[in-house]
Protein backbone atom coordinates (compact mmCIF):
# COMPACT_ATOMS: atom_id res chain seq x y z
CA UNK A 1 0.00 0.00 0.00
CA UNK A 2 0.98 3.67 -0.52
CA UNK A 3 0.13 6.38 2.30
CA UNK A 4 -0.48 9.63 1.54
CA UNK A 5 2.14 12.15 2.70
CA UNK A 6 0.41 15.87 3.06
CA UNK A 7 2.64 18.50 1.92
CA UNK A 8 1.24 22.26 2.97
CA UNK A 9 3.52 23.49 -0.40
CA UNK A 10 1.81 21.09 -2.62
CA UNK A 11 -1.27 21.92 -1.45
CA UNK A 12 -0.96 25.80 -1.88
CA UNK A 13 -0.06 25.41 -5.13
CA UNK A 14 -2.47 23.11 -6.03
CA UNK A 15 -5.08 25.31 -4.59
CA UNK A 16 -4.30 27.83 -7.03
CA UNK A 17 -3.15 25.97 -10.00
CA UNK A 18 -6.77 24.03 -9.34
CA UNK A 19 -8.61 27.37 -9.18
CA UNK A 20 -6.79 28.85 -12.17
CA UNK A 21 -7.43 25.63 -14.78
CA UNK A 22 -11.37 25.62 -13.50
CA UNK A 23 -11.59 29.27 -14.21
CA UNK A 24 -9.96 28.77 -17.59
CA UNK A 25 -11.58 25.63 -19.16
CA UNK A 26 -14.84 26.09 -17.47
CA UNK A 27 -17.60 28.96 -17.87
CA UNK A 28 -19.41 28.59 -14.31
CA UNK A 29 -18.96 25.85 -11.69
CA UNK A 30 -22.32 25.06 -9.51
CA UNK A 31 -22.97 23.01 -6.37
CA UNK A 32 -26.44 22.29 -5.68
CA UNK A 33 -27.94 20.87 -2.21
CA UNK A 34 -30.73 20.32 -0.45
CA UNK A 35 -30.25 22.20 2.36
CA UNK A 36 -27.11 23.65 4.09
CA UNK A 37 -24.95 21.62 5.88
CA UNK A 38 -22.26 22.03 9.00
CA UNK A 39 -19.32 19.45 7.46
CA UNK A 40 -17.16 20.32 10.35
CA UNK A 41 -18.50 17.96 13.02
CA UNK A 42 -18.08 14.43 11.47
CA UNK A 43 -15.60 13.01 9.38
CA UNK A 44 -16.96 12.92 5.24
CA UNK A 45 -17.37 9.83 3.29
CA UNK A 46 -18.06 11.48 -0.46
CA UNK A 47 -19.13 8.84 -3.23
CA UNK A 48 -19.13 9.76 -6.48
CA UNK A 49 -19.13 8.92 -10.02
CA UNK A 50 -15.99 8.56 -12.14
CA UNK A 51 -16.22 9.79 -15.98
CA UNK A 52 -13.36 12.35 -16.63
CA UNK A 53 -9.78 13.26 -16.63
CA UNK A 54 -11.16 16.26 -14.22
CA UNK A 55 -12.75 14.21 -11.85
CA UNK A 56 -9.41 14.60 -9.07
CA UNK A 57 -9.29 18.69 -10.09
CA UNK A 58 -13.13 19.47 -9.36
CA UNK A 59 -13.63 17.32 -6.53
CA UNK A 60 -10.37 19.19 -4.96
CA UNK A 61 -11.72 22.05 -6.02
CA UNK A 62 -15.16 21.05 -4.47
CA UNK A 63 -13.55 20.20 -0.91
CA UNK A 64 -11.72 23.41 -0.82
CA UNK A 65 -14.78 25.94 -1.62
CA UNK A 66 -17.70 23.57 -0.06
CA UNK A 67 -16.56 20.66 2.51
CA UNK A 68 -13.51 22.60 3.42
CA UNK A 69 -11.57 19.36 5.24
CA UNK A 70 -8.05 17.01 5.39
CA UNK A 71 -8.13 15.42 1.38
CA UNK A 72 -7.98 12.18 1.17
CA UNK A 73 -8.80 9.86 -2.00
CA UNK A 74 -8.74 6.03 -2.31
CA UNK A 75 -6.64 5.89 -6.27
CA UNK A 76 -5.53 2.37 -7.58
CA UNK A 77 -2.31 1.68 -7.07
CA UNK A 78 -1.06 0.87 -10.80
CA UNK A 79 -2.18 4.33 -11.25
CA UNK A 80 -0.59 5.88 -8.29
CA UNK A 81 2.28 4.58 -8.90
CA UNK A 82 2.91 6.54 -12.16
CA UNK A 83 1.71 10.21 -10.06
CA UNK A 84 3.38 9.90 -7.02
CA UNK A 85 3.15 13.48 -6.40
CA UNK A 86 -0.42 13.02 -5.94
CA UNK A 87 0.39 11.45 -2.18
CA UNK A 88 1.29 15.08 -1.27
CA UNK A 89 -1.96 16.01 -1.34
CA UNK A 90 -3.70 12.73 0.11
CA UNK A 91 -4.08 10.49 -2.35
CA UNK A 92 -3.11 6.79 -1.34
CA UNK A 93 -3.42 3.56 -2.73
CA UNK A 94 -5.38 0.12 -3.13
CA UNK A 95 -4.46 -2.83 -4.82
CA UNK A 96 -7.51 -4.84 -6.31
CA UNK A 97 -7.81 -8.66 -5.69
CA UNK A 98 -5.04 -8.64 -3.29
CA UNK A 99 -4.40 -9.09 0.61
CA UNK A 100 -2.76 -5.25 0.53
CA UNK A 101 -6.52 -4.40 0.06
CA UNK A 102 -7.23 -4.69 3.24
CA UNK A 103 -4.41 -2.52 4.76
CA UNK A 104 -6.13 0.42 2.41
CA UNK A 105 -9.21 -0.56 3.63
CA UNK A 106 -8.19 -0.65 7.45
CA UNK A 107 -6.40 3.13 6.65
CA UNK A 108 -9.54 4.36 5.49
CA UNK A 109 -11.52 2.78 8.40
CA UNK A 110 -9.07 5.28 10.75
CA UNK A 111 -9.10 8.36 8.35
CA UNK A 112 -13.15 8.06 9.21
CA UNK A 113 -12.37 8.45 12.71
CA UNK A 114 -11.12 11.53 12.66
CA UNK A 115 -13.84 14.75 12.62
CA UNK A 116 -11.22 16.90 9.83
CA UNK A 117 -11.11 14.32 7.19
CA UNK A 118 -13.02 13.71 3.93
CA UNK A 119 -12.24 10.60 1.98
CA UNK A 120 -12.76 10.47 -1.50
CA UNK A 121 -14.30 7.22 -3.53
CA UNK A 122 -14.95 6.33 -6.57
CA UNK A 123 -16.48 3.02 -5.90
CA UNK A 124 -17.34 2.19 -9.81
CA UNK A 125 -13.33 1.31 -10.22
CA UNK A 126 -13.03 2.88 -13.21
CA UNK A 127 -13.95 5.58 -15.47
CA UNK A 128 -17.73 5.37 -17.61
CA UNK A 129 -19.50 7.64 -19.53
CA UNK A 130 -21.54 10.34 -17.33
CA UNK A 131 -24.38 9.05 -19.98
CA UNK A 132 -24.26 5.54 -18.23
CA UNK A 133 -27.44 5.36 -16.29
CA UNK A 134 -26.89 2.29 -14.07
CA UNK A 135 -23.33 2.27 -12.00
CA UNK A 136 -21.87 -1.46 -10.47
CA UNK A 137 -19.89 -0.52 -7.34
CA UNK A 138 -16.83 -2.91 -6.39
CA UNK A 139 -16.77 -4.20 -3.08
CA UNK A 140 -16.10 -2.77 -0.20
CA UNK A 141 -17.80 0.35 0.46
CA UNK A 142 -20.56 -1.17 2.01
CA UNK A 143 -18.36 -2.53 4.74
CA UNK A 144 -16.34 0.85 5.17
CA UNK A 145 -19.97 2.41 5.93
CA UNK A 146 -20.96 -0.07 8.37
CA UNK A 147 -17.80 0.04 10.24
CA UNK A 148 -18.32 3.93 10.45
CA UNK A 149 -21.53 4.34 11.76
CA UNK A 150 -21.20 7.91 13.16
CA UNK A 151 -20.14 9.63 9.71
CA UNK A 152 -21.41 11.89 7.27
CA UNK A 153 -21.92 9.72 3.96
CA UNK A 154 -22.83 12.24 0.87
CA UNK A 155 -23.33 11.77 -2.47
CA UNK A 156 -21.50 13.40 -5.03
CA UNK A 157 -22.81 13.35 -8.69
CA UNK A 158 -20.86 15.41 -11.13
CA UNK A 159 -21.77 16.54 -14.56
CA UNK A 160 -20.73 18.33 -17.18
CA UNK A 161 -22.58 19.68 -20.26
CA UNK A 162 -22.11 23.04 -22.64
CA UNK A 163 -25.94 24.29 -23.32
CA UNK A 164 -25.61 26.96 -25.95
CA UNK A 165 -21.60 28.03 -24.35
CA UNK A 166 -18.15 27.79 -26.09
CA UNK A 167 -17.06 26.49 -22.55
CA UNK A 168 -19.05 23.97 -20.80
CA UNK A 169 -20.13 24.05 -17.12
CA UNK A 170 -19.56 21.98 -14.45
CA UNK A 171 -22.28 20.61 -11.46
CA UNK A 172 -22.04 19.05 -8.59
CA UNK A 173 -25.57 17.22 -7.12
CA UNK A 174 -24.78 16.87 -3.42
CA UNK A 175 -26.88 14.20 -1.24
CA UNK A 176 -26.43 13.81 2.26
CA UNK A 177 -27.85 9.77 2.69
CA UNK A 178 -28.97 7.61 5.35
CA UNK A 179 -29.35 4.26 4.59
CA UNK A 180 -32.43 3.40 6.66
CA UNK A 181 -34.77 2.26 3.59
CA UNK A 182 -33.06 -0.86 3.29
CA UNK A 183 -31.37 -0.39 0.16
CA UNK A 184 -28.05 -0.83 -0.66
CA UNK A 185 -25.63 2.11 -1.27
CA UNK A 186 -25.21 1.39 -4.98
CA UNK A 187 -29.26 1.50 -5.78
CA UNK A 188 -28.91 4.31 -3.36
CA UNK A 189 -26.79 6.30 -5.92
CA UNK A 190 -28.21 5.20 -8.89
CA UNK A 191 -31.36 6.23 -7.79
CA UNK A 192 -29.64 9.71 -7.06
CA UNK A 193 -27.57 9.73 -10.12
CA UNK A 194 -30.93 9.39 -12.34
CA UNK A 195 -32.87 12.34 -10.31
CA UNK A 196 -29.74 14.29 -10.95
CA UNK A 197 -29.59 13.75 -14.12
CA UNK A 198 -33.63 14.74 -14.50
CA UNK A 199 -32.77 18.09 -13.20
CA UNK A 200 -29.76 18.13 -15.40
CA UNK A 201 -32.15 17.95 -18.46
CA UNK A 202 -34.16 20.24 -17.02
CA UNK A 203 -31.53 23.12 -17.32
CA UNK A 204 -31.89 23.02 -21.07
CA UNK A 205 -35.15 24.09 -21.23
Known sequence: MIYPKHSKLYK???DFYT????????KSFHIETEYEENYSEKPLLVIANHFSWWDGFLHYHLNNV????????????????KRMFLT??????????SRDAL??????NQLLKQCENML???????????????FQFEGGIEKLVANN?????VFAVSLIDYFSERKPEARFYLKTISLRS????????NNFYKESLEKQYLLAN
Open 12 to 14: LFF
Open 19 to 26: SIIIKSDF
Open 66 to 81: HFKKKYHVMMLEEQLQ
Open 88 to 97: RLGIFSVKKG
Open 103 to 108: KSLEFA
Open 120 to 134: LIFPQGKIESQHKHV
Open 149 to 153: PTIKV
Open 182 to 189: GKTIQEEF
